[in-house]
């Protein structure tokens, strides 16, 4: 009896190793198809920052460019009117011209000739926001008016 318990312990502590080398053998393939998973992931991601971060600066250089064309549109050849009649605001409109202002505060113009135009900037590709596009409906339908403000300091 003992050469058959001899036995069955044997089988069970083989049953038990070949279960272990089994389950480890199992738990490395496993392993290592995640490790490669990871390795994609992360190169995946590393690939998607480089390119945000290629996109932010082409953003961000495009915006300085328009930025700089706002500030100095007064000066280029596209800009019709004289940049002394111009005034720069820069948000929601770039410029409201005052175009004849300046030759009639001169007295060489009248004034009926003054005309009053908001100028937005736009370069590259960029297009009107909502709200230009809504001010650009306001003034073709005639929703402008010129009102006088008093401020009274008296006490």
Same mark, same amino acid.
């Given at each position: 009896?003992?050469?058959?318990?001899?036995?069955?312990?044997?089988?069970?502590?083989? +049953? +038990?190793?070949?279960?272990?080398?089994?389950?480890?053998?199992?738990?490395? @393939? /496993?392993?290592?198809?995640?490790? %490669?998973?990871?390795?994609?992931?992360?190169?995946?991601?590393?690939?998607?920052?480089?390119?945000?971060? %290629?996109?932010? /600066?082409?953003?961000?250089?495009? +915006?300085? *460019?328009? *930025?700089?064309?706002?500030?100095?549109?007064?000066?280029?050849?596209?800009?019709?009117?004289?940049?002394?009649?111009? %005034?720069?605001?820069?948000?929601? /409109?770039?410029?409201? +011209?005052?175009?004849?202002?300046?030759?009639?505060?001169?007295?060489?113009?009248?004034?009926?000739?003054?005309? /009053?135009?908001?100028?937005?900037? %736009?370069?590259?590709?960029? @297009?009107?926001? *909502?709200?230009?596009?809504?001010?650009?409906?306001?003034?073709?339908?005639?929703?402008? @008016?010129?009102?006088?403000?008093?401020?009274?300091?008296?006490?």
């Amino acid at each position: 009896m003992s050469v058959w318990m001899a036995m069955l312990i044997g089988a069970c502590i083989g +049953v +038990v190793l070949t279960t272990l080398i089994l389950s480890n053998t199992r738990n490395g @393939r /496993v392993r290592a198809e995640y490790e %490669k998973y990871i390795a994609e992931l992360e190169l995946e991601h590393q690939q998607a920052l480089a390119a945000a971060q %290629k996109r932010s /600066v082409n953003t961000s250089r495009a +915006v300085l *460019k328009g *930025k700089m064309a706002e500030q100095l549109a007064p000066i280029l050849p596209e800009f019709q009117y004289l940049p002394s009649d111009a %005034k720069f605001l820069g948000d929601p /409109v770039d410029y409201i +011209v005052f175009d004849g202002y300046t030759d009639y505060r001169d007295g060489d113009g009248l004034a009926e000739d003054i005309e /009053v135009v908001l100028i937005d900037i %736009k370069s590259g590709g960029a @297009r009107l926001t *909502k709200g230009q596009q809504a001010i650009a409906q306001a003034i073709a339908a005639g929703n402008i @008016r010129f009102e006088t403000i008093r401020i009274n300091f008296d006490d």
